[in-house]
């Protein structure tokens, strides 16, 4: 008899070449997502470096005929080489930030007085205070009464912002 076009089609029995085995794959697929997010684990924990804290310093800032003043009044001392200055007059910038430690430099006076002096120590400790005097070139110039602000980092971060009126 001649099977018609209704009629259901013959099941044919499976043989081991033409079906998958998925348990060996679902295992090798769940190894290698553990392997890759045991990898990314790794490399985000090894990227994430903890940022040492600042130093912690009590410093007092003066400025008078254009000579600021830093003295360090107390707390950690301060790695020089480490030093950020900002200076800014009235709210302004000066074209020429000092650059510490240095001996002469575009905008300042030569001469800078103790740690910010590079032939000095490499450190502003408790007691001890350095001092830069900046030159009539830079822009703005502090000259009495202005408002000079000058700020502290140390590499990137926050140690020190100060506030006084030049005299």
């Avoid at 950690?76 to 007059?89: F, K, N, Q, T, Y």
């Amino acid at each position: 008899m001649k099977p018609t076009a209704d009629a259901d089609p013959p099941t044919r029995r499976p043989n081991r070449s033409s079906r998958g085995f998925a348990p060996i794959g679902t295992v090798l697929l769940i190894l290698l997502v553990t392997v890759l997010a045991g990898g990314s684990a790794v490399l985000v924990t090894s990227a994430v470096d903890p940022m040492e804290p600042a130093p912690t310093a009590s410093v007092s800032l003066s400025v008078e005929d254009r000579t600021v003043t830093l003295r360090h009044r107390g707390g950690d001392a301060l790695s020089i080489p480490d030093l950020r200055i900002r200076l800014r007059v009235d709210g302004e910038p000066l074209a020429d930030q000092p650059p510490v430690p240095f001996f002469s430099a575009a905008g300042f006076d030569p001469g800078p007085t103790g740690a910010f002096n590079s032939a000095g120590t490499t450190t502003l400790s408790p007691g001890e205070s350095a001092s830069f005097r900046v030159a009539g070139t830079n822009d703005p110039v502090p000259t009495p009464g202005t408002t000079v602000e000058l700020r502290i980092f140390d590499g990137d971060q926050p140690v020190a912002k100060l506030t006084t009126t030049a005299t």
